[in-house]
């Protein structure tokens, strides 16, 4: 079993900055998938950023040039820099991680960006 917590949430201004955190319980570097992904309030949840092994990333269009996915493996920790936030980016953000077959959850961060 593996445990992600986020951290990093909270209300900024449009235009503003976050950096959302994830916590993982095991270490990232087993990790062949972590990722970002958002709800908004009715609406699905969509997958926002992805790294891979090896170092590879990819963005949904909506944020590409604005979000940055790192993963920390020292740290355990998989970060999501957010900047030029914009109304339309508000939502819960989940943390996610695929270990051994396995994928994982973590219980959300509220973002909330006022115009």
């Known amino acids: 079993q593996v445990q992600l917590v986020e951290s990093g949430g909270g209300l900024v201004q449009a235009g503003g900055s976050l950096k959302l955190s994830c916590q993982a319980s095991?270490?990232?570097?087993?990790?062949?998938?972590m990722a970002w992904w958002r709800q908004a309030p009715g609406k699905q949840r969509e997958l926002v950023a992805v790294?891979?092994?090896?170092?590879?990333?990819n963005y949904a269009d909506s944020v590409k040039e604005r979000f940055t996915i790192s993963r920390d493996n020292i740290q355990n920790t998989v970060n999501l820099q957010m900047t030029s936030l914009k109304p339309e980016d508000t939502g819960i953000y989940y943390c996610?991680?695929?270990?051994?077959?396995?994928?994982?959850w973590g219980q959300g961060t509220q973002v909330t960006v006022s115009s």
């Open positions: 996610y991680a695929h270990y051994s077959g396995q994928t994982y």
């Open positions: 095991r270490s990232t570097v087993t990790s062949t998938t």
């Open positions: 790294s891979g092994t090896g170092g590879g990333t």
